[in-house]
């Protein structure tokens, strides 16, 4: 099985978005109780999840917390979303591999399959 790097782009406004982020974090579970490799990138803002999912008051925070060694953030998102520091303080990965985002070419390139939130 390829892995899966699961890219949520969704932001915090709507509650279309809250469904979003679960809709990944789901998929992302249930790749890793398979066994899968998974990756979830917070892109975008996207980014501005992570320190909501952290808190453990958040009615999701169960389902993040599951795939947290999964997680990934965009460096030059984080900043431009002012989130960098506490995303930096969840213990999450900041990535820069392609002008400070995240590179989906090397996902790709790795084998991965994209799936977009």
């Known amino acids: 099985m390829p892995g899966a790097a699961i890219v949520v782009l ?5 509650p279309s978005d809250l469904g ?11 790749f890793a ?3 899968d ?4 990138v917070f892109d975008g803002a996207g980014t501005q999840w992570i320190p909501e999912l952290d808190d453990e008051n958040h ?3 169960a389902l993040y917390a599951a795939v947290e060694p999964h997680v990934r953030a965009c460096e030059y998102c984080a900043g431009v979303y002012g989130v960098e520091a506490t995303v930096e303080d969840t213990g999450a990965s900041l990535v820069a591999a392609f002008d400070g985002h995240p590179s989906v070419r090397s996902f790709v390139e790795d084998g991965y399959e994209v799936i977009t939130y």
Do not use: M, P
């Open 33 to 35: 109780e398979a066994g």
């Open 59 to 61: 009615d999701y925070h």
């Open 10 to 14: 969704a932001g915090t406004d709507s």
């Open 20 to 30: 979003r982020v679960v809709n990944a974090l789901q998929t992302a579970r249930e």
């Open 37 to 40: 490799d998974v990756t979830v």
